[in-house]
């Protein structure tokens, strides 16, 4: 497996410009791409500076002497590369398997390209297929976003953290639930609407339009698939 993240990654790192600010997505294909990046800015002198994700992200900029920024200083971003935990054939996304959609999303909407690394077991015809879809839910309204999923017909699971008692709280403070649908989702845009307009949903894992190009890792090398 770590192979085919590899080469997922060191597809992605062809596209990194010479100069400029990018976006470092986070989980475990990114770690990857993090330390090919690090080679860039070290070997080609590039002038390249990243808006970390994640607490994650930000851990592998360092690790990777890989410059940082912020959107406030690099509100526009020539390019994010991330991971995801689906991918379906109009290149929408499910994402959030590691806590962090919510900067994700961001950062992934303030990049004119937004390029995912993959391997082939994240590709599925329809989002809900084997990954449930995270959201991202403020702890105050917890009770009431639940019973709101309950009735639209979605089971919803408090994500509980590992090696500590009770819920994950993500890099943002918040609480994450877990949504399992009675079936793959077939109009993923109207369903990434009708939970992002419950109070208390602060973001969902629904990346939708949002992917220029997904890099999908193999045994062998990787290739594109494009929009
Ligand atoms: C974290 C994410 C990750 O990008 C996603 O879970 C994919 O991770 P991995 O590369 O480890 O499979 O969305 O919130």
Redesign the pocket.
Known sequence: MSTVKLNAAKSAAKLVPTTGALGL??????TFFAKELGKIVSTRNADIRVVPSSYQAYQLAIEHRIPLTNLDIDPILELTV????EVDKDLNLT???????LQ?KVVASASKKVVIIVDESKLVDRLATRFEIPVEVLPFSLGVVKRKIAEMGILPKIREAQKKMGPVVTDNGNFILDLKFPEPITNPAKVAIDLKMIPGVVETGLFIGMTDEVHVGTEKGSYILKK
């Not at 994402?95 to 959609?101: V, W």
């Open positions: 997505g986070s989980g475990s294909t990114v991330d991971g995801a935990d994402k959030g398997g590691g806590g962090a959609l994700e």
